[in-house]
Nanobody
Framework: QVQLVETGGGLVQAGGSLKLSCAASGRTFSAAAMAWFRRAPGKEREFVAFIRQNTVRTYYIDSVKGRFTISRDIAKNMVFLQMNSLKPEDTAVYYC?????????????????WGQGTQVTVSS
């Protein structure tokens, strides 16, 4: 059974930092793209960032560029999201997602496996 488990969420003041982790089990995702999405209160889930299998190719939505960094540890089957200079508008439930292939997609329908999410709250 494939599982993705996110950790690292919490409450932080604006300007602060958090690092989210996602541990995958049940299969290896070394040859697949992985991503982070988020759902803010009252809004639809949105793409945040993805990382391809080579760990070099990454992509971010404009609102987090320069502040967030996605990375992965292939050997540990984990993906991370370092979030710096957090803003109140970053408040959301953050989800880890894994594709079956190395597509590097921004579309949530392309990701087959999902975690339960971790809450990030940024106070002003």
């Amino acid at each position: 059974q494939v599982q993705l488990v996110e950790t690292g969420g919490g409450l932080v003041q604006a300007g602060g930092s958090l690092k989210l982790s996602c541990a995958a089990s049940g299969r290896t995702f070394s040859a697949a793209a992985m991503a982070w999405f988020r759902r803010a209160p009252g809004k639809e889930r949105e793409f945040v960032a993805f990382i391809r299998q080579n760990t070099v190719r990454t992509y971010y939505i404009d609102s987090v560029k320069g502040r967030f960094t996605i990375s992965r540890d292939i050997a540990k089957n984990m993906v991370f999201l370092q979030m710096n200079s957090l803003k109140p508008e970053d408040t959301a439930v953050y989800y880890c997602a894994a594709d079956r292939w190395d597509r590097g997609s921004q579309l949530d329908r392309d990701y087959v496996y999902w975690g339960q999410g971790t809450q990030v709250t940024v106070s002003s």
